[in-house]
T-cell receptor, first 114, second 116 residues
Framework: GNSVTQMEGPVTLSEEAFLTINCTYT??????LFWYVQYPGEGLQLLLK?????DKGSNKGFEATYRKETTSFHLEKGSVQVSDSAVYFC?????????????FGKGTHLIIQP | GAGVSQSPRYKVAKRGQDVALRCDPI?????LFWYQQALGQGPEFLTY????????KSGLPSDRFFAERPEGSVSTLKIQRTQQEDSAVYLC??????????????FGPGTRLLVL
């Protein structure tokens, strides 16, 4: 079945540092890949997505590229801010016909210190 | 416009009690999903509706869990004879067109269930 593995947290960085959160997946076919973010006290929000190989999703300075050859979708940001502190979830949706439920990783808690 | 709403936001139940959790999806959204999120874990898929039809219930952990969406809008997740292991946050999500795996799902704030 489908699965997502992402780096365990917490990840603690200083403001303006470079961020990478690793995500790899196992899936049959050609899934879509997502990063969701959960800010303190708020619900899950879509951060970015990519629906086919070599696509790059980007939003709010974050980027992730769908790498089918390495089955990865690593999240990157060049200069993090305190306001980026949150829990980040990598997720995939299967390639079967019709809408599929998302398969999530366990989440990575990111802490940015001023 | 209004997002996905869920009620109640918090529910404390005694073991053995039945509970009902409500989800109001974004107006006009065809697809509706329920997820269970244990503490410190990612959400896990429970069930999926397209309009009023429940197309996938493979994630429901036991026959004590039941979901419905009778008119294709509001959905209710019911848990009978609650157990302590049911304690979790229950998330509802909706998506626009039911066009499949590329669609963005929009999540509600969740209902935090604590079973004592």
């Amino acid at each position: 079945g489908n699965s997502v593995t992402q780096m365990e947290g917490p990840v603690t960085l200083s403001e303006e540092a470079f961020l990478t959160i690793n995500c790899t997946y196992t899936a049959t076919g050609y899934p879509s890949l997502f990063w969701y973010v959960q800010y303190p006290g708020e619900g899950l929000q879509l951060l970015l997505k990519a629906t086919k190989a070599d696509d790059k999703g980007s939003n709010k300075g974050f980027e992730a590229t769908y790498r089918k050859e390495t089955t990865s979708f690593h999240l990157e940001k060049g200069s993090v801010q305190v306001s980026d502190s949150a829990v980040y979830f990598c997720a995939l949706s299967g390639s079967g016909g019709g809408a599929d439920g998302l398969t999530f990783g366990k989440g990575t808690h990111l802490i940015i210190q001023p | 416009g209004a997002g996905v709403s869920q009620s109640p936001r918090y529910k404390v139940a005694k073991r053995g009690q039945d509970v009902a959790l409500r989800c109001d999806p974004i107006s006009g959204h065809v697809s509706l999903f329920w997820y269970q999120q244990a503490l410190g874990q990612g959400p896990e898929f429970l069930t999926y509706f397209q309009n009023e039809a429940q197309l996938d219930k493979s994630g429901l952990p036991s026959d004590r869990f039941f979901a419905e969406r009778p008119e294709g809008s509001v959905s209710t997740l019911k848990i009978q004879r609650t157990q302590q292991e049911d304690s979790a946050v229950y998330l509802c999500a909706s998506s626009l067109a039911g066009q499949g795996y590329q669609e963005t799902q929009y999540f509600g704030p969740g209902t935090r269930l604590l079973v004592l």
